[in-house]
């Protein structure tokens, strides 16, 4: 699977690495194994799509994305979402994704883009 993860359960945090090419497919695995686990309820969650071939996903995959986010039970406003990216295609489609969450009329997690781990992780821990 393109997308793997590890579960710090004392940090409560699941931390996923994006690598391949990555579809709209992959991305809902993700969401089915991770996201719609109750017992992920309010992990935080970094995830790094730094190593990740992003040409073959949508625009159009994002909005899906976010419709379905708001269905899933492992989800928790008070947790937080960090994505590594980098400047270019991954950038795009994560402020997109951010974006689209400010059309839906429930309150999604806090979200926010960065270009390293060490920034991500620090604003996870604050």
């Not at 996923?16 to 309010?42: A, I, P």
């Not at 400047?87 to 270009?115: C, H, N, V």
């Amino acid at each position: 699977m393109p997308i793997t993860h590890t579960i710090d359960y004392e940090k409560r945090r699941i931390c996923s690495t994006c690598s391949d090419v990555m579809t709209r497919k992959d991305f809902s695995l993700h969401m089915e194994s991770v996201w719609n686990n109750v017992q992920h309820y309010g992990f935080d969650e970094l995830v790094d799509t730094t190593q990740a071939d992003w040409s073959e996903f949508k625009f159009s995959d994002v909005f899906e994305i976010v419709k379905k986010e708001f269905e899933l039970i492992g989800l928790s406003s008070n947790s937080g979402l960090a994505w590594v990216v980098e400047k270019g295609m991954q950038e795009d489609i994560a402020r997109f994704y951010l974006t689209s969450l400010g059309f839906t009329t429930k309150k999604p997690r806090r979200i926010d883009l960065f270009y390293s781990h060490e920034n991500a992780t620090e604003w996870l821990e604050s």
